[in-house]
């Protein structure tokens, strides 16, 4: 079975602070994503990697960024925390192939204070 | 831009019913459909995918349909059961690369015993 960690279910952090979201798959996946959940607006895209060191934006890349040096980990960087980046931060991982389904890992809830 | 929108938002059903959730999309030009399963405080569960050259999958009670050409989905759950409650989310792909995911906001499915 395809396996996607992440490294916090909950994080609570003061604004400003620089936050590190990591994402770890086991299934040797060449493409990430990194989403985010919120009430009303469902998930959005905001950045994903197809390779090692390659990144695309998504759809709200705003105030974050993010590092793929291996490839088995996509990390997800807020430089400056804000209230507005509270959320559920969902990463996941693609099957490689025809079949091409995505996995996700099992969330981590963020509270900027 | 592709927009996903599922109908109902929200809806109650007692145990044993069959039920149909929807799903449309307004670009037709998509290359599969993932129906996924979102307990609360959770990630997403890979139900089906359909990729945009089948018309139907079907994996235990649960039986996932496209129309590609209206821009329509449906996801038929038979039986149902109280542990079908859930959130069930529907998300397009567009392009045959590392593209994410377009996600509709999900029903929110209760199934009372």
């Known amino acids: 079975d395809v396996k996607v960690t992440q490294s916090s279910r909950y994080l609570v952090k003061r604004t400003g602070e620089k936050v590190f979201l990591e994402c770890v798959q086991d299934m040797d996946h060449e493409n990430m994503f990194w989403y985010r959940q919120d009430p009303g607006l469902g998930l959005r895209l905001i950045y994903f990697?197809?390779?090692?060191?390659?990144?695309e934006k998504g759809d709200i890349p705003e105030g974050y960024s993010v590092s793929r040096e291996k490839k088995e980990r996509f990390s997800l960087i807020l430089e400056s925390a804000s209230t507005n980046q509270t959320s559920m931060y969902l990463c996941?991982?693609?099957?490689?192939?025809?079949?091409?389904?995505?996995?996700f890992g099992p969330g981590t809830r963020l509270t900027v204070l | 831009k592709q927009e996903v929108t599922q109908i109902p938002a929200a809806l109650s059903v007692p145990e044993g019913e069959n039920l149909v959730l929807n799903c449309s999309f307004t670009?037709?030009?998509?290359?599969?459909l993932q129906w996924f399963r979102q307990d609360p405080g959770k990630g997403l569960t890979s139900l089906l995918l359909i990729q945009s050259s089948q018309r139907e999958q079907t994996s235990g009670r649960l039986n996932a349909s496209l129309d590609k050409s209206s821009g329509r989905s449906t996801l038929y759950i038979a039986a149902s059961q109280p542990g079908d409650s859930a959130t069930y989310l529907c998300a397009v792909k567009e392009g045959g690369g590392a593209d994410g995911l377009t996600f509709g906001k999900g029903t929110h499915l209760i199934i009372q015993p």
């Open positions: 670009d037709s030009a998509i290359y599969n």
């Open positions: 996941a991982s693609r099957v490689p192939g025809p079949h091409d389904e995505q996995f």
């Open positions: 990697s197809y390779d090692v060191k390659m990144k």
